[in-house]
């Protein structure tokens, strides 16, 4: 072991555990991480720092594990002894969670009360990060949510951060652990799964404007959304947990959009209309739905110093540029700038 701080992330294989992953590491930390047994690669936005080896070791060092195994939790905290623990890992997609409820429940709550009670039966004074959603608001009680804004949950996903919101607060209350909340609004990038709209809509783009698809099938076009830029909101989650105190904060741009916006944006961003390439699909209806998310982090701007800066356009035209040129193409010669 080294003196450095070591950090222990649960879900780095996803979009944001990969960003903190470079984050921690850029900050000096020794970074270990839990991954899943797959029968195909699952490391592809982490191959980078695997490989990347230190003088210590390896830049980011994996372990396998699940957050539906006690034991292998329990194996991988007494071998790391982190200091931080960041849990992201999750089934995180709400339209999935509606059709494996219970898989869902098992990872996101009942994991993050595994992750917490093997915390416990260490000892040791580790800071826990909960990575907690806006879609815990769902059915919004007030057009701006912020963080004593009532939780109503719209899906099994979002019940299930709701529990693992709560046993974070339970345990900083009943045995007095660093556990804490960030409560983040949607945030996509480049790395953002391709079954997630914007992700789904900048990847349709650049097919298109390849010249290898013609229509993108999408469902409700009026949910709106707070979307920020995911590489700005790891940044936030390594600062909740340098606060001396434990406490759980909002994470947003204090904007909304709707998805129509962002599909009109990024067709326009390579000379297309939307309403010659989108179709409507049914399918992508969800039984509930969330109609409007918009953040108030203006907790976060005053006790973490952090403030959204990418702009909605602009990530918009970082995801369609990134999907441009995986599709071999220049995203100077094809995006316009007008
Ligand atoms: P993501 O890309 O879907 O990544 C999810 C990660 O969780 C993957 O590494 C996945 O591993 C891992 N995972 C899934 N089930 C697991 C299990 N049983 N045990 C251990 N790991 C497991 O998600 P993301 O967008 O990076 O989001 C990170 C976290 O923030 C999630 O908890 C998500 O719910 C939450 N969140 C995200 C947003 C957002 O807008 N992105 C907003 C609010 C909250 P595999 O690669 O093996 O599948
Ligand atoms: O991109 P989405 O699937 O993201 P959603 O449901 O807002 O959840 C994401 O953000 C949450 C934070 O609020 C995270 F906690 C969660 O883990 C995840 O990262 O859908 C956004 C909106 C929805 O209203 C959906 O109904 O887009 C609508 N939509 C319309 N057509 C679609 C599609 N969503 C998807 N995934 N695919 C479609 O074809």
């Not at 580790?126 to 009532?150: C, H, I, W």
């Not at 709106?224 to 390594?238: I, S, T």
């Not at 039984?287 to 959204?308: C, I």
């Amino acid at each position: 072991m080294t003196g450095r701080p070591r950090a222990l992330i649960t879900g780095v294989t996803g979009q944001d555990g990969s960003y903190l992953a470079e984050l921690l590491i850029a900050k000096g930390y020794e970074v270990h991480a839990v991954i899943r047994r797959s029968s195909t690669f699952s490391t592809g936005r982490v191959e980078h720092l695997y490989q990347d080896v230190h003088e210590e070791g390896r830049a980011l060092n994996l372990h396998y594990g699940d957050l539906l195994d006690t034991g292998s939790l329990v194996s991988v905290l007494g071998k790391v002894e982190p200091d931080e623990v960041y849990n992201l890992g999750a089934q995180s997609h709400v339209a999935v969670s509606f059709q494996m409820p219970e898989f869902t429940a098992d990872a996101v709550a009942f994991g993050t009360m595994r992750l917490l009670e093997a915390i416990r039966q260490t000892g040791r004074p580790v800071r826990f990060y909960q990575a907690g959603s806006s879609e815990m608001f769902g059915k919004v009680e007030s057009p701006l949510q912020n963080e004593d804004t009532r939780f109503h949950p719209r899906s099994p996903y979002a019940i299930a951060k709701v529990f693992a919101h709560q046993m974070a607060v339970f345990h900083r209350e009943a045995y007095g652990m660093y556990c804490a909340n960030g409560i983040l609004f949607n945030h996509e990038s480049p790395r953002r799964g391709e079954v997630f709209v914007t992700r789904k809509i900048t990847q349709a783009v650049a097919r298109i404007a390849a010249g290898r698809q013609d229509h993108l099938y999408l469902g409700n076009l009026k949910a709106k959304r707070d979307w920020g830029y995911a590489p700005e909101y790891v940044e936030a989650m390594w600062r909740i947990l340098q606060q001396p105190e434990p406490d759980d904060f909002v994470i947003a741009t204090g904007e909304t959009h709707s998805v129509e916006e962002f599909a009109a944006l990024a067709f326009a961003s390579v000379g297309r209309r939307w309403q010659e390439h989108v179709r409507y699909d049914p399918r992508y209806e969800r039984p509930a739905e969330v109609d409007l998310l918009q953040g108030d982090a203006s907790k976060a701007e005053r006790v973490l110093r952090w403030k959204a800066r990418t702009t909605f356009a602009d990530l918009a035209r970082i995801m369609v540029a990134a999907d441009l040129r995986a599709e071999g193409l220049d995203p100077d010669s094809v995006m316009r700038h007008d």
